[in-house]
């Protein structure tokens, strides 16, 4: 669960220190005094987009940090070792995340820097949060379709349909591909044939320009280099005072010394291996010497060969490996043209085959989702009793369509809120309280369907009063028995219902406006429930009416 949630100059917050138990949360304060910040530091601390304009004015820099305790720690330690940070300790989690009016932002997951991605992978692992307008999403046929398949487990089919379609699109869209490529065929294949039969004429290699280049400057300077070649040889081996001559001369005392002093040995190794330096040297300078004559022919031959190069260059692509590359595409795409009808040919009967396969995916899915529709209809017409829909029912319809990359079926949600009534699609409602509600009670039936630990409630209860408002309450302190549930609530009937009472209050001091919150004690939720019923000026009346929703709760 989530323990606490420290908030630092983010928007009218200076600095707050929420502490959350086990069980429903409920968080309760005037309008506008930044209630909804609190789940916006959450939100960020998850992931969600930052924006500068959130830091408190006159502040460099805000931040949030979330501390979860984990009783089934091992999806997140798996998470956090794959990211390439260390596990949880204890199962605990810490996750801070600070955002600077300059410079660079910073995340921290256990004190280890991480990446905006890791949040918001653990978000999807920790949190389940709803917004006040998050209901209208439920008006959404994707997400109804999702809801579905969460609540039957129908991934593993849908996973399965949905690598059957990708395969078949995939052969679709390679047919239109070939198709679209060219409107004419014959003269798209004349210019490829002369592209090809142009680079081959040239016979490009890999390297072999700057190895042009190299040569034709050598020979460009053939006389100097030979002089010098010369000289260094003479000096090496044909000049009276020859190096040869001096090492010679020197190997001879040195062997004879090594004799009389052991120590010398090592003298004489050490002259050996100059001495046959010397001499791969004079060899290689009698070598360049050789092949670096004046050749008119071959100075000829090399230009011709860098003028080849500038020409496809100029042509095709700016280096011969990209010569050789185009050269290779133009070589596949010319054999894709000329076989392009036996190709379409054999695409289109690999598509037929795997459009059976998809339609057979279809089935299996559509069964499957036939099957848990029935299911979640009863189960979300159950908890919208409890809400306060006596005789209220729920559908949920399921209809064939083409191949779709979800499926074969459109879901439609329909309502009927009171006996007697017909059903009609849940978009067609009107009262945003009704479909908030609705949305509770798809929450708590799914809730018993995942592993999310935290649910976060936002004015889920708006538009809403009276005994509906206990009824709402009531169901969120069941769905609490198996998750932690977080709430901000404007009902009384909803907050009597938390196990841990948290009251957001602003002040202004000194010309600047202050958020703070407190965790109540008995008294001060008496107190809070009461200033909910009636206002600022609490009376015996609504003090004995809060004490009362409290002991009934």
Same mark, same amino acid.
């Given at each position: 669960?989530?323990?606490?949630?420290?908030?630092?100059?983010?928007?009218?917050?200076?600095?707050?220190?929420?502490?959350?138990?086990?069980?429903?949360?409920?968080?309760?304060?005037?309008?506008?005094?930044?209630?909804?910040?609190?789940?916006?530091?959450?939100?960020?601390?998850?992931?969600?987009?930052?924006?500068?304009?959130?830091?408190?004015?006159?502040?460099?820099?805000?931040?949030?940090?979330?501390?979860?305790?984990?009783?089934?720690?091992?999806?997140?330690?798996?998470?956090?070792?794959?990211?390439?940070?260390?596990?949880?300790?204890?199962?605990?989690?810490?996750?801070?995340?600070?955002?600077?009016?300059?410079?660079?932002?910073?995340?921290?997951?256990?004190?280890?820097?991480?990446?905006?991605?890791?949040?918001?992978?653990?978000?999807?692992?920790?949190?389940?949060?709803?917004?006040?307008?998050?209901?209208?999403?439920?008006?959404?046929?994707?997400?109804?379709?999702?809801?579905?398949?969460?609540?039957?487990?129908?991934?593993?089919?849908?996973?399965?349909?949905?690598?059957?379609?990708?395969?078949?699109?995939?052969?679709?869209?390679?047919?239109?591909?070939?198709?679209?490529?060219?409107?004419?065929?014959?003269?798209?294949?004349?210019?490829?044939?002369?592209?090809?039969?142009?680079?081959?004429?040239?016979?490009?290699?890999?390297?072999?320009?700057?190895?042009?280049?190299?040569?034709?400057?050598?020979?460009?300077?053939?006389?100097?280099?030979?002089?010098?070649?010369?000289?260094?040889?003479?000096?090496?081996?044909?000049?009276?005072?020859?190096?040869?001559?001096?090492?010679? @001369?020197? %190997?001879?005392?040195?062997?004879?010394?090594? /004799?009389?002093?052991?120590?010398?040995? !090592?003298? =004489?190794?050490? $002259? *050996?291996?100059?001495?046959?330096?010397?001499?791969?040297?004079?060899?290689?300078?009698?070598?360049?010497?050789?092949?670096?004559?004046?050749?008119?022919?071959?100075?000829?031959?090399?230009?011709?060969?860098?003028?080849?190069?500038?020409?496809?260059?100029?042509?095709?692509?700016?280096?011969?490996?990209?010569?050789? @590359?185009? %050269?290779?595409?133009?070589?596949?795409?010319? /054999?894709?043209?000329?076989?392009?009808? !036996?190709? =379409?040919?054999? $695409? *289109?009967?690999?598509?037929?085959?795997?459009?059976?396969?998809?339609?057979?995916?279809?089935?299996?899915?559509?069964?499957?989702?036939?099957?848990?529709?029935?299911?979640?209809?009863?189960?979300?017409?159950?908890?919208?009793?409890?809400?306060?829909?006596?005789?209220?029912?729920?559908?949920?319809?399921?209809?064939?369509?083409?191949?779709?990359?979800?499926?074969?079926?459109?879901?439609?949600?329909?309502?009927?809120?009171?006996?007697?009534?017909?059903?009609?699609?849940?978009?067609?409602?009107?009262?945003?309280?009704?479909?908030?509600?609705?949305?509770?009670?798809?929450?708590?039936?799914?809730?018993?369907?995942?592993?999310?630990?935290?649910?976060?409630?936002?004015?889920?209860?708006?538009?809403?009063?009276?005994?509906?408002?206990?009824?709402?309450?009531?169901?969120?302190?069941?769905?609490?028995?198996?998750?932690?549930?977080?709430?901000?609530?404007?009902?009384?009937?909803?907050?009597?219902?938390?196990?841990?009472?948290?009251?957001?209050?602003?002040?202004?001091?000194?010309?600047?406006?202050?958020?703070?919150?407190?965790?109540?004690?008995?008294?001060?939720?008496?107190?809070?429930?009461?200033?909910?019923?009636?206002?600022?000026?609490?009376?015996?009346?609504?003090?004995?009416?809060?004490?009362?929703?409290?002991?009934?709760?």
């Amino acid at each position: 669960m989530l323990t606490s949630l420290r908030v630092k100059n983010l928007a009218l917050v200076e600095r707050v220190n929420a502490e959350f138990g086990a069980g429903l949360n409920v968080i309760t304060g005037e309008t506008g005094t930044g209630k909804s910040i609190l789940i916006g530091a959450l939100s960020l601390v998850l992931g969600e987009r930052a924006e500068k304009r959130l830091i408190r004015a006159g502040a460099d820099a805000c931040g949030a940090e979330a501390i979860f305790q984990l009783a089934e720690p091992d999806a997140v330690n798996t998470l956090l070792t794959e990211s390439g940070l260390e596990p949880c300790d204890g199962g605990q989690l810490i996750i801070r995340r600070i955002l600077k009016a300059e410079g660079a932002n910073q995340i921290v997951v256990n004190d280890q820097p991480a990446t905006l991605q890791l949040l918001k992978q653990l978000g999807e692992l920790l949190v389940d949060m709803h917004g006040p307008y998050d209901h209208q999403s439920l008006l959404n046929p994707a997400f109804q379709l999702d809801l579905l398949d969460a609540f039957g487990h129908v991934w593993g089919v849908r996973e399965t349909y949905e690598a059957a379609y990708a395969l078949w699109r995939g052969l679709e869209d390679r047919i239109a591909q070939l198709l679209a490529e060219t409107a004419d065929p014959t003269a798209e294949i004349d210019r490829l044939e002369y592209v090809i039969k142009d680079i081959e004429a040239g016979a490009p290699e890999e390297g072999e320009e700057e190895r042009v280049v190299r040569e034709q400057r050598l020979l460009g300077q053939a006389q100097r280099v030979q002089e010098l070649c010369s000289g260094a040889t003479n000096a090496l081996a044909e000049d009276d005072t020859a190096a040869f001559n001096g090492i010679v @001369a020197a %190997l001879k005392a040195v062997e004879e010394l090594a /004799r009389l002093a052991p120590e010398a040995a !090592e003298w =004489l190794e050490q $002259l *050996r291996g100059i001495n046959s330096q010397l001499q791969e040297i004079n060899g290689g300078l009698h070598n360049l010497a050789d092949k670096t004559e004046a050749d008119p022919a071959r100075l000829d031959w090399l230009d011709e060969r860098l003028a080849v190069y500038q020409r496809l260059r100029k042509k095709y692509a700016p280096t011969a490996a990209e010569v050789l @590359a185009l %050269l290779a595409r133009t070589k596949d795409k010319l /054999r894709s043209l000329q076989t392009r009808d !036996e190709q =379409l040919a054999r $695409l *289109r009967q690999e598509s037929a085959v795997a459009l059976a396969a998809v339609r057979a995916r279809g089935v299996e899915l559509r069964t499957e989702r036939s099957g848990a529709s029935t299911l979640l209809a009863e189960a979300v017409t159950k908890e919208l009793r409890a809400l306060g829909f006596v005789g209220g029912h729920f559908a949920v319809e399921v209809q064939p369509v083409e191949p779709q990359p979800t499926g074969m079926d459109v879901i439609d949600f329909g309502f009927a809120p009171n006996i007697g009534e017909p059903m009609h699609p849940l978009r067609a409602i009107a009262s945003s309280g009704e479909i908030a509600r609705v949305m509770l009670a798809t929450k708590c039936v799914l809730a018993k369907h995942d592993r999310i630990p935290v649910l976060i409630f936002d004015e889920i209860d708006a538009n809403i009063g009276g005994e509906t408002g206990n009824a709402v309450g009531k169901k969120l302190a069941e769905v609490a028995k198996s998750h932690q549930v977080i709430c901000i609530t404007h009902l009384p009937q909803v907050a009597a219902h938390g196990t841990t009472h948290l009251a957001v209050t602003k002040s202004v001091r000194e010309g600047r406006t202050f958020t703070e919150v407190k965790l109540l004690d008995e008294r001060g939720r008496v107190n809070e429930l009461a200033r909910m019923l009636g206002g600022r000026d609490l009376t015996n009346l609504t003090l004995a009416h809060a004490r009362a929703m409290l002991e009934k709760a």
